[in-house]
């Protein structure tokens, strides 16, 4: 199961709290099941994967060829359809849900979501220039960005060159994002820290990818309090 991913919200953020009296702070998200549609065999198309369906929409939004693929399957219409590749097809079954338990026993994940889109920004806020100076000669443009091409030879501006221009709105992954806490009732995942995006934005989480070896902040606390004890033995 740890080879597939979930589709969840972005519902805001919050503190957790613990024992010692540390706060961390968390990221909340509202995961949502996946069903999976279809089977897709090796022989079929040379590898061995799974489509699974996530979140609710309209027939009237759909293509005739999706409802009629839809109705193949003897599934209810699902918005978005994602492949997964797995080792082994026999784990898995037509009509399956998939949750939050796929994350049950996993401690670290990687996020992919939009960044906040901050429309059309200068250098300054774009690209963390230091403008021009505040004195001596500088009129009116002071955030602006400067020369930006060469004389004679080549005469023009490089692709990629630092310049205004649109800002944020982009697909960015985080890896290595710890699990604070799971709540299967609600479907809810607690994530250390900040991820990208505003609040509703379509977050895609998956088991990390890399291996590490860092500790959790349960096993930290843990650790800790061990120390203590040990501490307060020597001292009697």
């Known amino acids: 199961m740890s080879e597939i991913s979930l589709i969840g919200k972005k519902i805001g953020m919050s503190r957790e709290f613990y024992k010692t009296g540390q706060s961390v702070p968390v990221t909340v ?14 022989d079929k198309r040379g590898y061995k994967a799974i489509q699974v369906g996530f979140g609710k929409i309209k027939n009237s939004k759909l293509t005739k060829a999706m409802k009629g693929y839809f109705a193949k399957k003897n599934t209810e219409p699902k918005k978005v ?61 002071h955030r602006s960005h ?3 091409g060469q004389r004679q030879d080549p005469g023009k501006v490089f692709k ?49 990818v890399k291996n590490i070896n860092k500790l959790t902040m349960i096993e930290k606390i843990e650790i800790i309090e061990k120390q203590k004890k040990t501490e307060e033995k020597k001292k009697k």
């Open 29 to 42: 998200l509202k995961m949502e099941k996946g069903r999976i549609i279809e089977l897709i065999k090796e």
């Open 81 to 141: 359809l994602k492949e997964f590749r797995v080792k082994n097809l026999d784990e898995y079954k037509e009509g399956n849900e998939i949750g939050i338990e796929i994350f049950n026993e996993v401690k670290f994940v990687d996020i992919r979501s939009k960044t906040i889109g901050k429309g059309f920004a200068g250098v300054m806020k774009r690209h963390n220039f230091s403008g021009l100076r505040a004195t001596h000669g500088v009129s009116v443009s």
């Open 160 to 208: 990629n060159k630092k310049m205004a221009g649109h800002m944020g709105d982009k697909l960015r992954t985080i890896q290595n994002i710890e699990i604070i806490k799971r709540d299967e009732s609600h479907n809810l995942l607690f994530l250390k820290g900040s991820i990208p995006g505003s609040k509703n934005t379509e977050v895609i989480i998956k088991k990390a």
């Open 146 to 148: 400067g020369s930006t």
